[in-house]
């Protein structure tokens, strides 16, 4: 498809997307041509009934489906997770060593997604659970970051963490850098590039999406440094995704 034939699509999706919920049609077309519909909070800004749910936003680079939450108070953009329980999409500190306690696992169900950069701040656990709690040094840890898995004990490398995108439109482009004392991590990503397998330790140590994370754990304040892309067929799996540049 060229560029072109890109950006129309992308016009007439998020114009019928605007119809869909309620926008007359002299109205919604503006709102598509000009690009306006790139966030949830600019929808909900256009469209004033529209309420939490399942939308598909167009942005200067990207068409993209996300979950628009807190449509009434303060819209953000979410991905909808097809595989979540104990095995699929979480991160966890495994206890020992230097760190005792038992092993912290937090399990997401939807990630913060920026769809202009198709980036997943990491540290957003709104749509998470966690189990566990464990001591790092005077901190009582009970959450995780998401990608991440994290360890503290000598030459440990028994913290897990795992990304299964499977069921939706995107692929991790991301690279993992270990952190901390002594770490060591490694990520194993499947042929697509869908899921991702970490294992991460140290003396205390961490594996995570960039250089530069500091004790991943607790995360507080946005830190969007997972990087998604579009799949190749990403216009036709759930919550589609479409580069436009």
Same mark, same amino acid.
């Given at each position: +498809?060229?560029?072109? /034939?890109?950006? #129309?699509?992308?016009? *007439?999706?998020?114009?019928?997307?605007?119809?869909?919920?309620?926008? %007359?049609?002299?109205?919604?077309?503006?709102?598509?041509?000009?690009?306006?519909?790139?966030? *949830?909070?600019?929808?909900?800004?256009?469209?004033?009934?529209?309420?939490? !749910?399942?939308?598909?936003?167009?942005?200067?680079?990207?068409?993209?489906?996300?979950?628009? $939450?807190? +449509?009434?108070? @303060?819209?953000?953009?979410?991905? @909808?997770?097809? #595989?979540?329980? %104990?095995?699929?999409?979480?991160?966890?500190?495994?206890?020992?060593?230097?760190?005792?306690?038992? @092993?912290?696992?937090?399990?997401?169900?939807?990630?913060?997604?920026?769809?202009?950069?198709?980036?997943?701040?990491?540290?957003?656990?709104?749509?998470? /659970?966690?189990? !566990?709690?464990?001591? $790092?040094?005077?901190?009582?840890?009970?959450?995780?970051?998401?990608?991440?898995? +994290?360890?503290?004990?000598?030459?440990?490398?028994?913290?897990?963490?795992?990304?299964?995108?499977?069921?939706?439109? #995107?692929?991790?482009?991301?690279?993992?850098?270990?952190?901390?004392?002594?770490? #060591?991590?490694?990520?194993?990503?499947?042929?697509?590039?869908?899921?991702?397998?970490?294992? /991460? /330790? !140290?003396? *205390?140590?961490?594996?995570?999406?960039?250089?530069?994370?500091?004790?991943?754990?607790?995360?507080?304040?946005? =830190?969007?440094?997972? =990087?998604?892309?579009?799949?190749?067929?990403?216009?036709?799996?759930?919550?589609? *995704?479409?580069?436009?540049?």
């Amino acid at each position: +498809m060229t560029k072109n /034939g890109k950006r #129309f699509l992308a016009t *007439c999706v998020t114009t019928l997307a605007a119809v869909s919920i309620g926008a %007359s049609p002299a109205s919604a077309k503006p709102v598509a041509v000009q690009g306006l519909l790139d966030s *949830c909070a600019a929808l909900r800004a256009a469209v004033p009934v529209a309420a939490d !749910g399942n939308y598909t936003l167009a942005t200067d680079r990207n068409l993209v489906g996300v979950y628009c $939450h807190d +449509m009434a108070g @303060n819209p953000r953009e979410y991905l @909808n997770l097809a #595989f979540t329980g %104990s095995a699929a999409n979480f991160s966890q500190y495994t206890a020992g060593g230097a760190s005792p306690g038992s @092993n912290v696992r937090t399990s997401f169900t939807k990630l913060r997604l920026d769809p202009k950069t198709l980036t997943v701040d990491i540290n957003d656990t709104t749509f998470a /659970g966690s189990t !566990g709690a464990l001591t $790092h040094g005077s901190d009582r840890v009970t959450s995780v970051a998401y990608a991440v898995a +994290m360890a503290c004990g000598a030459g440990s490398t028994t913290g897990q963490g795992n990304i299964d995108l499977r069921g939706t439109a #995107f692929t991790v482009a991301s690279t993992f850098a270990p952190g901390g004392s002594a770490p #060591f991590g490694t990520a194993t990503p499947s042929s697509d590039g869908q899921v991702v397998g970490l294992t /991460g /330790g !140290g003396y *205390c140590g961490w594996n995570a999406p960039s250089a530069g994370v500091y004790n991943p754990y607790n995360p507080q304040g946005p =830190k969007y440094i997972l =990087k998604l892309s579009c799949a190749k067929d990403g216009l036709f799996r759930p919550q589609l *995704c479409l580069s436009l540049s």
